[in-house]
């Protein structure tokens, strides 16, 4: 008798260490960086694939500079990158062997260089720090997922595509953060202008899974399904919502015991979109961030590079920017699990085992109380210079009175102890 399969999860080793870094760099970039109009350029301005094809042929990136965007993320704080290596219009950010599309070919970009190959070696100087691949299931391009019928390809030969880039990116870059997927949404609703979305039958996600296991066993499986994680995927996540919360519309509100994680735009898009200057402040970047951990959940903030390969400078600055209020106050996110103090109107906590860290977004009174403080807690200080905090038990809630000269105007944490 035939035995079953058992889908392989990342070691424990990996998803502690996801676990405890909780700050990361999301990197959209490629084509559509080109255009920058829309995130999905080629569907949302109705192109087809030579038409589309004209605008990949312009990218061009000659300012990248890979250790400039890793010494970026490095004074951000963030752990961990994440890089577009094929989104869904089906150009390949790298020198796969398995198509010509792609950023090394000199037919569709005259480039010539591999930014994951100049991204992992960047990387790989540093201890700090990994690479990670967010890769599209789905493929507008390739003849095999779109175009069956007139190319005489069948399912099984975008299956050998698909499992075989993963394979490249887990075997030809060194030790990898994640593979992230995307493209694949059980819950959303097709009709006849997205229709070929839709995949021409299974991805075999315990193949792909328990091939990304073996070749990379430290390395999370992330799939943005917007569902509860399947075997195989380690990491249950959030686009642009914190966990639970789902004021897209199409996140689950059921929150898995897996590993979580949140990843956000800086402004309103995930490329480089002319025009979109709608930035979060630092102090709303540090709140989500917080709020983030506080519910034991990673923030992946993206960057969505110029056609040029450049992080643009607001970027930069709103992330060194939480970087140096990172440097003050790391002890209370990197490390760190979900609180179990309830938040309130201001506050959101995160703990270390009986050490537990309050995050005061906001200063709207000197006090912030709060309730559900564990009884060993007896005292009450400054995370950043340990002054003294006044805590008062009150019947079922506990006090804290904040000097106003020890508030932080983006998040002042308290240590309770």
Known sequence: METAQITKQASEKGLQWFQDIRFGMFIHWGP???????DWH???ARLSVPEYEKIAARLNPVKFNAEEWVS???DAGQKYMVFTSR??????MYDTALSDYKITNPKWSPFGRDPVRELANAIAKRSDMKL??????????HPAYRFREQSGLVWQDYLDFLHGQ??????NYGEIACMWFDGDWPNHKFDETDSYFLPGGSFEYDKLYNMIHTLQPDAVVVNNRHVIPLPGEDVQGFEQDLPGINSTGFNSTIVSDHPLEVCMTINNHWFYIKGSVNFKSTKQLVA?????????????????????GEILPVHAARLRAVGAWLKDNSESIYGTRAGVI???????STRKGDVHYVHVLDYISDCVTLTNVPPSVQQARLLKTGEAVALERRDASVVLTIPESGRDPLDTVVVLS
Do not use: K
């Open 87 to 92: 989104h869904h219009d089906g150009f390949s």
């Open 132 to 141: 990670g691949f967010y890769n599209s299931v789905l493929d507008w391009h």
């Open 288 to 308: 989500y961030l917080a709020r983030s951990a506080s519910a034991g959940a990673n923030y992946l903030l993206n960057v969505g590079p110029t056609e040029a």
């Open 342 to 348: 309830s938040p309130t109107a201001v506050s959101v």
């Open 42 to 44: 080629m569907h949302d």
């Open 166 to 171: 993963v394979r490249e990116l887990c075997t």
């Open 72 to 74: 970026i993320a490095a």
């Open 32 to 38: 559509t960086s080109v255009a920058a109009q829309y």
